[in-house]
């Protein structure tokens, strides 16, 4: 209903502003400070304040006095607060959001918008594990596709593989040059790509340490491939193709763990076998922009504030990376209504370059997103310890679903529900828990901030962190069973709700149904502006009025029947929120903790 509030509130502060020939450009709407009892306040009095000489708590009483709410279906009244002008909600914003949250599984999830998105991510290259430090690509990227998904996009997640780089070059000529005899070290992992990691570790050691004359006869091999890959040579295809799916067979069941899965995973060298990587080279070179400097094409950037050329031919004739990328974002604006790249910092001028040329080439950009991330970095510790390898994901996950084990059964004895839990239920929850623990931790932070995961932190129940948040879902789940137990009926998804909202008393109750009200809202912003972060943000608040009324507001042993009925439908709404607002996340929501 938050949502719905709003879209009452803006023509009515705009038909006052109007009123009183006051710009209307600006209506400084907004969530009110925390010590200020309202559902929207604006701050339009400090912007106006110069334009008609007074003070602004004046400005906001001529502005709130001329706001007219009567044909609104949820605005109650309008006051002030200093330079503030307050909108409160009535008892209908509360019983209809009751009645929309509580029976809804999937209160939150916004209408269809008939608009595709493409959203890519992680796309390491496939020449090993995926490493920690990486982590936070799949883990963002896949939030943000959940969150497009919420807010009703229709959403493709792809995975774009560097199957025509020198690496796999590299890594398929190493492939083919050694026998397992030649390795030094067993696979750290029994799983595929731990196995051939090593055989592209050794190729690179050799590059790096054998004599000249077979580093030279080396390099004309990994040429070979590469102008093979150019020219379109199916065998060539084949023997790079093995090497890469290979690996990344491996991969995808690394990263089937936190979860993150993929629609598509699309080959760099699909736009060379298709020409579309040729035709872009051809187009690039008859720009204003091109020259042929150092043995190759490059583009000047200039006009777009780019220092740097951009590089998109070789002298032999080959293109790069980021020729096929064109080419693969042309492919996507055919394809898709809005495209949205998920890329590490060090990708930044990559970006920048490729928009630019991509307007260059006659495309709108407009449809084009980037979210920008910095690195996780790991405290000193048990998980820096494994040299020559790094630390990789699957480590993390693992220590993750370790600690949070100790963890669940050292809090046995708090438990305040009365069921047991079995070894089945403490290794459930320990994944649920564990693996919520590092994705709720990282996709938590602001993507372009850098950030030290730190497992104390990561695993506090008390602190607002994954199992924090989770224990709201947890101890949700546990009054609706009570309830059911004892035969009490309880809200069922898809069930019209029949409860008497206003006797929910206590300011505890109520501000937790303002909670649940503003999630549709937090939904549309976080996804306008790209941010899963803050849906995190809004776990934490959640939680925090939702233990506020855990404290206050006995729910199956309440004083009357009706109140217990509106009690539970305030559980039932808040299971759905939680549930949902960590789906987002990618994080599970326990039924028992």
């Not at 269809?112 to 493409?118: A, F, G, I, K, P």
């Not at 959203?119 to 896949?142: L, Q």
Request: hydrophobic fraction near 40%; charged fraction near 30%.
């Amino acid at each position: 209903m938050f949502r719905q509030f709003r879209s009452e509130v803006e023509p009515a502060l705009a038909d006052a502003l109007a009123s009183l020939n006051l710009p209307t450009d600006d209506l400084g709407i907004e969530r009110p400070p925390d010590d200020m009892d309202a559902t929207l306040a604006s701050s339009v009095a400090f912007r106006l304040a110069g334009e008609v000489g007074d003070a602004p708590p004046n400005v906001a009483e001529t502005v709130a006095d001329a706001v007219d709410v009567s044909g609104t279906d949820y605005v109650e009244s309008v006051d002030t607060a200093g330079p503030y002008v307050n909108f409160h909600a009535n008892e209908r914003y509360l019983a209809d959001t009751l009645d929309a949250a509580a029976p809804d599984a999937d209160y939150g999830v916004l209408p269809d918008r008939d608009t595709s998105v493409v959203v890519e991510h992680t796309s390491a290259n496939p020449t090993g594990p995926v490493h920690v430090g990486r982590a936070r690509n799949p883990i963002v990227g896949d939030a943000v596709a959940n969150l497009l998904e919420y807010a009703g996009y229709d959403v493709d997640r792809h995975y774009y593989v560097n199957d025509a780089g020198r690496q796999m070059a590299v890594f398929t000529w190493a492939y083919e040059r050694f026998d397992e005899s030649d390795l030094e070290n067993d696979p750290a992992r029994d799983r595929v790509e731990y196995d051939l990691v090593r055989y592209y570790r050794k190729g690179n050691a050799f590059l790096e340490e054998a004599d000249e004359a077979a580093v030279e006869a080396a390099e004309s091999e990994i040429q070979s491939i590469l102008q093979g890959l150019e020219a379109g040579d199916e065998d060539t295809y084949e023997r790079v193709g093995e090497v890469v799916d290979t690996v990344l067979g491996g991969m995808k069941d690394c990263l089937a763990r936190l979860p993150a899965e993929f629609d598509e995973f699309v080959k760099e060298t699909r736009f060379m076998r298709d020409g579309s990587t040729d035709d872009v080279a051809a187009r690039l070179k008859e720009t204003d922009q091109a020259v042929y400097e150092e043995d190759a094409w490059q583009l000047e950037l200039d006009e777009w504030g780019i220092d740097k050329n951009l590089v998109f031919l070789r002298s032999d004739g080959t293109g790069l990376y980021t020729t096929r990328d064109l080419a693969h974002h042309e492919w996507k604006f055919e394809n898709y209504d809005r495209a949205v790249t998920v890329l590490g910092e060090d990708h930044k001028l990559q970006a920048d370059q490729l928009g630019a040329t991509l307007e260059l080439l006659g495309n709108d950009t407009d449809p084009l997103g980037h979210v920008i991330y910095s690195y996780v970095n790991l405290p000193d510790g048990k998980m820096s310890t494994r040299k020559g390898t790094g630390v990789m994901l699957d480590d993390l996950l693992d220590e993750a679903i370790d600690r949070a084990r100790e963890a669940v059964e050292s809090r046995m004895n708090d438990r305040i529900r009365g069921d047991d839990l079995t070894e089945e239920d403490v290794e459930r929850i320990a994944h649920q828990v564990g693996i919520g623990a590092v994705r709720y931790d990282i996709v938590s932070k602001q993507p372009a901030k850098a950030i030290t995961f730190e497992w104390e932190d990561a695993l506090d129940f008390e602190a607002q962190s994954a199992p924090f948040v989770q224990y709201v879902h947890a101890r949700c789940a546990g009054i609706l069973d009570e309830a059911a137990e004892q035969g009490v009926d309880v809200p069922e998804p898809g069930d019209a709700l029949d409860v008497d909202a206003s006797a929910l008393e206590t300011a505890a109750a109520r501000d937790l149904l303002r909670e649940v009200a503003r999630f549709p809202a937090a939904i549309e912003a976080a996804a306008d502006d790209l941010e899963p972060h803050t849906i995190a943000t809004f776990t934490r608040e959640f939680a925090d009025a939702y233990n506020a009324f855990y404290r206050e507001c006995p729910v199956v042993t309440a004083e009357t029947d009706d109140l217990r009925d509106a009690r539970l439908a305030v559980v039932a709404a808040a299971k759905h929120t939680m549930a949902n607002a960590l789906d987002v996340l990618g994080v599970e929501a326990p039924e028992s903790m």
